[in-house]
């Protein structure tokens, strides 16, 4: 959800990943696509100018013409009135887990939304709030016994594992020692993909929930027809569990570590290598900004140095293993944060759009359609300046980034790069010795 995360972030050294869904059979009945696919993360609210499920089918080619091929809902559930924060409140305080917020639309306009995305051959998931709903959801009202409360009997907010506030004040923490509850959170999720035809789900703050809420629910859930199950969090065990990826979190503050001259280069490059020992090869989210990072951070043009530091830090995160994310606006680089609690239309007609989507989308494309990027194995490449360019290889391909606002020169000890070809601009680099301009990107294709 936000950077209150940080703390859960790292990975513990002794846990070795098993392979996904080992003890649970949650197995994905077909993953031949997920293993090429790239998600593009949509707020309802501000994708459009109507603001509604009618206003996202009309902007598909939008959403396709970025190279995605899934969609991901955030919450599209009504929305809590009390305790709400700011003037709308925030999605993820959800009323009512089979029905959908009005001012988007109602579950026909919702139905129609999921056939269009089916109809071009992408798919789509729906945020999932598993950990707590709206104070004022229909289930406080039937079922109050579902929630947990304080020594005072009041049902509660949710709370960190030392017991204090999370300071998510607007939802209430549901009670999963109530078998009853469990049953009801499962059959809700499985109407969605069985009577809505949805393909998914993000799950937000997944960790949150007991482990074996998810050994009991992902096997059902997969059986109901989930092909894509993501789950915010960072541990390697939601792997275990069955989820399909997790977030890359670690990597992303790494990255701006980066940028800010904290952590060298090669630091950056050498954690994700050491990462593939412990999560599942291509199993995490790589991003460079989402929902959250953009209402409580920045969003990446005013992260990492304007539009030339955003593709290239982009291109860095998203070509290692993996599935890229965009969030909407960021293909256009919008400057704009986009708050939870209120509505903001997209800019999407800012100066260089156009040629922002083309960069996104040629990146998008290589992760997708490019062998070494599906497949490859990622390793580390030496170069002459391991604080400022990250440098590795996926297969026969060598990506280089410049995390630099100033142009370099630099040479590669272990890699010929001699008489490679870009594949981002079709220069063939002649010579051992790289130029890269200010945030400069090069990806070489080294097949002989």
């Known amino acids: 959800m936000t950077n ?107 139905e129609r939304l999921v056939e269009a995305v089916h109809d071009r051959g992408m798919k789509l998931i729906i945020d999932w709030v598993p950990n707590h709903t709206a104070f004022d959801a229909v289930w406080i009202t039937e079922h109050p016994n579902w929630y947990t409360r304080n020594a005072q009997g009041q049902i509660t907010e949710p709370l960190n594992d030392d017991g204090t506030s999370t300071g998510w004040t607007d939802v209430a923490d549901l009670d999963y020692s109530n078998a009853d509850m469990r049953r009801a959170m499962i059959d809700a999720m499985k109407f969605w993909l069985e009577e809505m035809d949805i393909d998914g789900f993000r799950v937000d703050v997944a960790g949150m929930v007991p482990d074996d809420f998810w050994r009991q629910a992902l096997p059902e859930l997969r059986t109901a027809g989930a092909e894509l199950l993501l789950a915010e969090w960072g541990d390697a065990r939601m792997h275990e569990f069955g989820f399909d990826l997790t977030y890359g979190w670690e990597g992303y503050h790494a990255l701006k570590q980066v940028w800010s001259g904290e952590l060298p280069a090669s630091q950056f490059v050498a954690r994700e290598v050491n990462e593939t020992s412990v999560i599942p090869f291509g199993g995490r989210l790589r991003f460079t900004t989402n929902h959250d990072e953009t209402a409580w951070d920045n969003p990446p043009v005013e992260l990492f140095g304007g539009s030339a530091g955003a593709r290239a830090a982009f291109a860095a995160i998203a070509l290692l293993p993996g599935t890229p994310l965009l969030y909407n606006g960021q293909e256009v680089e919008s400057p704009q944060k986009l708050g939870l609690f209120e509505r903001e239309l997209i800019d999407w007609n800012r100066p260089g759009a156009a040629e922002a989507l083309a960069w996104y989308r040629s990146i998008v494309t290589l992760t997708r359609t490019n062998q070494d990027f599906d497949h490859g194995a990622l390793g580390a490449v030496i170069t002459t300046l391991p604080d400022d360019v990250i440098s590795y290889r996926r297969g026969d391909t060598v990506v280089l980034v410049n995390a630099r606002d100033r142009a370099v020169r630099f040479a590669t000890s272990d890699q010929s790069v001699d008489g490679a070809r870009d594949l981002l601009t079709g220069r063939t680099q002649r010579g051992g010795d790289i130029e890269l301009p200010p945030y400069g990107v090069a990806v070489l294709d080294t097949t002989p």
Do not use: Q
């Open 4 to 110: 209150r995360f940080l703390r859960l972030l790292a990975l513990p050294a002794a846990i070795l990943w098993l392979p996904a869904c080992a003890s649970s059979g949650a197995s994905a009945p077909n993953d031949a696509w997920r293993e090429n696919s790239a998600i593009y993360e949509v707020f309802v609210r501000d994708f459009s100018p109507s603001g509604d499920f009618e206003g996202l089918i009309d902007g598909l080619d939008r959403i396709e013409a970025t190279g995605a091929n899934v969609v991901w809902l955030m919450p599209v559930h009504p929305v809590g009135v009390v305790n709400r924060k700011g003037t709308l409140g925030s999605s993820y305080s959800v009323r009512d887990y089979t029905a959908v917020n009005p001012e988007y639309g109602d579950l026909e306009d919702f």
